[in-house]
């Protein structure tokens, strides 16, 4: 069975994909990557100052799960990695691709919003990897938001299928990572993405395998869709500080998994 992966291949999402190496065959990832310049990617609504301040703090956050991160890279995995521009993903061109490489299994991790037609292309399912508890916490910066609102409870990622809303559809595993009231954002980040490479690992070992779908678990209520722009640079600087100073520790905790297999 094909697996193929869409993903923005960033440290955090690596943690993901690297547990994936061993026990399965034909792992395709599709790397997005943005190809117009730096400064022509900031939104038009928005200030250069606070582009390039929010640009700054996610350099720096990549950077500190890279020296934490146990592992880091793919290169000796046995992945088959294509390069495609994040714009082109819906696009004919990305479509025609996806066919071509006769996918059975498409899995998304940090990627676009997919159209119903290159949904479509999954011959038994489409799934994503969210950094967030849905449907309380959707769209972006899911793992953030609970942190700073001091939610612990929903401090977590889940593994559901795509359907056409934002991170909407059945979940089919949720993890709750570990956590220490002096955890930041950078060590949740790791302990989260570490959880869901191995609830995605069960997850398609189980498709595979058993030969069923799972029902997964419906979500009940709307929740919150968060966007992009709802975490701005000043957000950001309060959360550092704050932490630094003891007012948002997160609630210490023993990790868990609760997978929703239930065959269909």
Known sequence: MNIVIISNCSPRDILVLQHLRTGFDNVIIIRHKRSNSFLKRRPKNQGYVEFIGKKVLSRLRNNSLRKKSPVISLDDSNFKIIDFDHGRINSQDGLEMLRSLDTDLLVTCHAPLLSGSVLKVAKVAAINVHYGIPPQYRGFDTLFWPWFKK?????????????????????????????????????????TADLLGIALTKVLAFIINEGHIPIGERQVGKGRNYKRVDRTLWISIKAILFHNLGMINPKPRKAKIDFFLTKS
């Open 151 to 191: 939610d612990s409870d929903h401090i977590g990622g889940s593994i559901h299928y795509i359907n056409a809303g934002v991170d909407t559809g059945d979940v089919l595993a949720k993890v709750y990572p570990a956590l220490e009231k002096s955890d930041s954002e950078t060590d949740f980040d790791i302990k």
